[in-house]
């Protein structure tokens, strides 16, 4: 009987393994920037943190072996604009990208919220819309992948896996000129002030960073 875990002489070099990553993180990334660029070409916030290069552990399937996969999120506030043209603009943006989307309307008076999905092989990406507030959220997740979200984190911080200011090094918006990254120097530049606080302006960052070779 063959087994499915991986054996020692197996497992991808860490070099290896980040490429991947990197390129899975930028096809989501790329999509994400399509669809909300489609629904309103200006800067959106970075909600809770989620830029979406930092890999997260999750489990492959149905077996006991862990991977690693990615979510990013984005909000903006879109008041008086109606809920059927930011649904039909985010369609567009997936069409652009041939995907075919789905639109479903939920709830009703200040519970109604019009919800856009769509998949492909880079991510799930999936639009809400709240009438009640204008308010926007658009999130995109990555199938679970095989690796070590620990070794793909130390190739993007360098030898410091937790250094206190990782969540200073990640950008707090994502505008028309925005470019996906996926390596964060220790001297920066940074996006949050020590009290939390997006750096205003924000820095723009035209040629992502790469990892010294």
């Known amino acids: 009987m063959s087994s499915c875990a991986a054996t020692p002489g197996d497992e991808q ?3 290896d393994q980040y490429t991947e990553a990197r390129e899975q993180f930028a096809a989501m990334a790329d999509e994400l920037h399509t669809v909300i660029m489609a629904i309103e070409p200006t800067d959106w916030r ?3 943190g989620q830029y979406g290069a930092r890999p997260s552990g999750c489990q492959l399937g149905v077996s006991a072996d862990t991977g690693y996969s990615f979510t990013a999120v984005r909000a903006i506030e879109l008041p008086g604009r109606d809920a059927g043209e930011i649904a039909a603009a985010a369609s567009e943006g997936f069409t652009e990208l041939g995907i ?7 709830g009703s008076g200040e519970a109604r919220e019009v919800t856009v999905v769509g998949e492909s092989e880079a991510a799930r990406t999936v639009v809400v819309i ?9 999130s995109s997740e990555t199938a679970c992948t095989a690796g070590s979200s620990s070794d793909i984190l130390t190739a993007m ?3 410091e896996l937790y250094p206190d ?12 000129s925005s470019v996906p990254q996926f390596y964060f120097p220790p001297d920066g530049p940074v996006y949050y002030n020590e009290d939390g606080t997006p750096v205003q302006p924000q820095p723009l960052v ?5 990892p010294p070779r």
């Not at 709240?130 to 658009?138: A, F, M, Q, Y």
């Not at 200011?165 to 028309?176: N, S, Y």
């Not at 035209?206 to 790469?210: F, G, R, S």
Request: proline letters at 12%; zero cysteines; a negative charge.
């Open 46 to 48: 970075v909600d809770q």
């Open 206 to 210: 035209t040629d992502a960073p790469v």
């Open 165 to 176: 200011d990782v969540w200073r090094r990640l950008p707090a918006t994502e505008g028309p």
């Open 130 to 138: 709240r009438p009640v507030d204008g308010r926007v959220l658009v």
């Open 157 to 159: 911080f360098g030898e």
């Open 13 to 15: 070099p860490a070099a």
């Open 100 to 106: 075919d989307a789905e639109t479903v309307q939920r």
